[in-house]
């Protein structure tokens, strides 16, 4: 995000578009590496962490929005350690209660990085902005502002090993279990997202939690499923439709489907096709031309994700 080269006058932008359309709630978060990159790092210019995004916004905007800031129970990714062969053995047991393992190997966010991540929070709260042992932590270092939990909802068996072997979340061995034997059945692994959802959405409400946040990712079924389960909504979990979920395409943290308007470097055009390897094919409409080039005739261009986004 940027505007002529410079990355916090795109921010800018962004903001004043979004107080102007009536939002007064951020969620300010540093970001994900771009699509195709192992590593995040911060553009020439922009900011470097999420709390210099927080402290921007309360400089140019004062209390004019709501900001909530990202909090890791288990540490954030970048502060977990792999563990070598023998190590285990000396975790304490704070840490045993954080750590996670996948592929034969532990890792785990070692108590002073935890304290690292818990000053870093307590940091970012203050400048104007995660479950029960992580809240009573929080408290315990002077966190006192709400904290929601953040719920991604089990969809499917390859985004589940894919984000907790990402996030280096600690997983109980029995939902390992259970996700391995309703891999290859779509509809009864909804099912079980819908009641595993519940329970632990009800266990949070009755632990104090008055607000979920569910992360969507524009796949409705399971949501509204646990939703029904707890009395919130009534039936609308049938009434969703998730037939265009394979046309969907995630592009930063917005997502353009097949007929959606989008723009790139080279103009404006309508994504037509995504095809399996992720090749975007975009029928060109409006071109960006540079004085004394021609238009390009073919109206077709093929772009990855990341080098095109919605309008």
Same mark, same amino acid.
């Given at each position: 995000m940027d505007k002529d080269g410079d990355p916090i006058a795109g921010v800018h932008d962004a903001l004043e578009a979004a107080y102007k359309g009536g939002i007064r709630n951020i969620v300010a978060l540093r970001g994900d590496p771009p699509h195709g990159q192992e590593t995040w790092t911060a553009t020439e210019g922009g900011f470097t962490c999420a709390l210099d995004l927080v402290k921007y916004i309360r400089t140019e905007y004062g209390d004019k929005f709501g900001v909530a800031v990202a909090g890791y129970p288990e540490g954030h990714p970048n502060a977990i350690t792999e563990l070598k062969p023998g190590?285990?053995?000396?975790?304490?047991?704070?840490?045993? #209660?954080? &750590?996670?393992?996948?592929?034969? %190997?532990?890792?785990? &966010?070692?108590?002073?990085?935890?304290?690292?991540?818990?000053?870093?929070?307590? +940091?970012?709260?203050?400048? #104007?902005?995660?479950?029960k042992t992580f809240v009573t932590d929080c408290r315990k270092w002077g966190i006192e502002c709400p904290i929601v939990p953040g719920l991604m909802c089990l969809n499917a068996y390859g985004g589940f090993k894919k984000m907790t072997k990402f996030c280096k979340a600690r997983v109980p061995q029995e939902l390992n279990d259970k996700m391995d034997s309703i891999k290859d059945d779509t509809d009864a692994l909804k099912a079980f997202g819908v009641e595993f959802g519940a329970e632990v959405c009800q266990e949070l409400t009755d632990f104090g939690c008055e607000v979920l946040h569910f992360y969507t990712l524009n796949l409705e079924k399971v949501v509204y499923g646990i939703t029904d389960q707890l009395g919130l909504t009534d039936s609308v979990a049938g009434k969703s439709d998730e037939s265009d979920a394979k046309s969907m395409q995630a592009v930063g943290s917005a997502w353009a489907r097949v007929g959606d308007k989008v723009k790139?470097?080279?103009?404006?055009?309508?994504? +037509?096709? %995504?095809?399996?390897? #992720?090749?975007?094919? %975009? &029928?060109?409409?409006?071109?960006?031309?540079?004085? #004394?080039e021609e238009q390009a005739e073919e109206p077709l261009v093929y772009l990855q994700a990341g080098q095109y986004e919605k309008l």
């Open positions: 190590e285990e053995a000396n975790m304490t047991d704070a840490e045993k #209660g954080r &750590c996670s393992k996948f592929d034969g %190997i532990t890792y785990v &966010c070692k108590d002073e990085d935890y304290k690292k991540e818990m000053d870093y929070l307590k +940091q970012k709260v203050d400048a #104007g902005s995660v479950f790139c470097t080279r103009g404006e055009g309508t994504l +037509q096709e %995504i095809r399996k390897d #992720g090749v975007a094919v %975009i &029928c060109m409409e409006k071109w960006n031309v540079v004085a #004394g």
